[in-house]
């Protein structure tokens, strides 16, 4: 079956809709930052990069570090924007844009986030580097697909009944990290810990400026449930939603991410950008063992 032009969408050089890029553009690792701007903090470490384009928060550039070729794209932030990069990067991969139609020998991608979250627990502090073993999405994103097969619902249920969650808001949805690149990027350093995705970061990661919250006690609730002796760690905008279209597509993803905010003791890194740097270094070193 070819797929029709309002589906999957390419401008008129062939390339992808929001993306702009080609098959030829995309590496098999895919590093993914919310950032537009670190996408250049990443790739000055290369030894030469062959490819750059930017359309609208998605920057990308594809080219080689110690002997690896890779691609580092920006998503900008959110879950919204990871529904449109995952599909256009599995597209890239795993769609012939010639025939339009779906090829018969399926790419994984290595799909590794770079990115900055806030703890939600005193004892993971500003400047740790933390794995995201499982994700919990609040963003909903997981719910627009079939997800039977993925979707931890017996974990969900029991952190939707601890929350008292609010039925107007999305069902919290669970998805883990691929095994495989988790055991390849663990060090003794590092915290592994349970990613909660949600869609904004002030309401929806319980800050308060001016405005009344719906549960003020949210990140109490977050921080002291436990599931199979596990607790949830740290808030950001992305994970869940990019574990849940990988695994759905069949790539592997990792979420990295430098604590730049410890919620209980209202601190934030006193220079965020040598801590982004910090795991930077940290990711590429992984990635070239
Ligand atoms: O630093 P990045 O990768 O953008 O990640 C975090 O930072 C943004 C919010 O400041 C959100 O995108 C959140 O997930
Ligand atoms: O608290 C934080 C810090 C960085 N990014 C987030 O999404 N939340």
């Known amino acids: 079956m070819s797929l029709e032009s309002s589906e999957l969408v390419l401008n008129a050089d062939g390339s992808v809709y929001h993306l702009n890029l080609k098959p030829e553009h995309l590496a098999e690792t895919v590093i993914t930052v919310g950032d537009p701007g670190r996408v250049d903090k990443i790739t000055r ?71 900055t979250s806030g703890s939600i627990q005193e004892e993971i502090p500003v400047d740790s580097i933390l794995m995201s073993e499982n994700s919990v999405g609040f963003d909903g994103v997981l719910h627009f697909y079939d997800s039977k097969d993925i979707d931890n619902t017996r974990y969900a249920d029991a952190l939707a009944e601890h929350m008292n969650w609010y039925n107007k808001k999305s069902y919290p949805y669970v998805v883990s990290c691929d095994e495989d690149l988790a055991s390849k990027f663990h060090k003794p350093e590092v915290f592994k810990g349970t990613t909660a995705t949600n869609i904004g970061f002030y309401g929806p990661q319980g800050r308060a400026l001016r405005l009344q919250l719906q549960d003020e006690k949210m990140n109490d609730k977050l921080g002291s449930f436990e599931f199979e002796g596990k607790k949830i760690t740290n808030l950001e905008m992305e994970t869940s939603a990019i574990y849940a279209l990988s695994k759905l597509l069949g790539h592997k993803a990792l979420s990295m991410n430098i604590i730049l905010a410890n919620r209980p003791s209202g601190k934030f890194a006193s220079a965020p950008g040598k801590s982004v740097e910090k795991l930077i270094q940290f990711c590429l070193d992984r990635l070239a063992e």
């Open 45 to 115: 470490y290369f030894d030469e990069v062959e490819f750059k384009i930017q359309k609208r928060e998605f920057h990308t550039h594809t080219g080689t570090y110690k002997g690896k070729r890779i691609t580092v794209i920006s998503t900008g932030i959110g879950p919204d924007n990871i529904d449109i990069v995952l599909n256009e990067l599995d597209a890239l991969a795993n769609i012939d844009f010639e025939t339009r139609q779906i090829k018969d020998k399926l790419t994984s991608l290595e799909i590794i986030r770079i990115g």
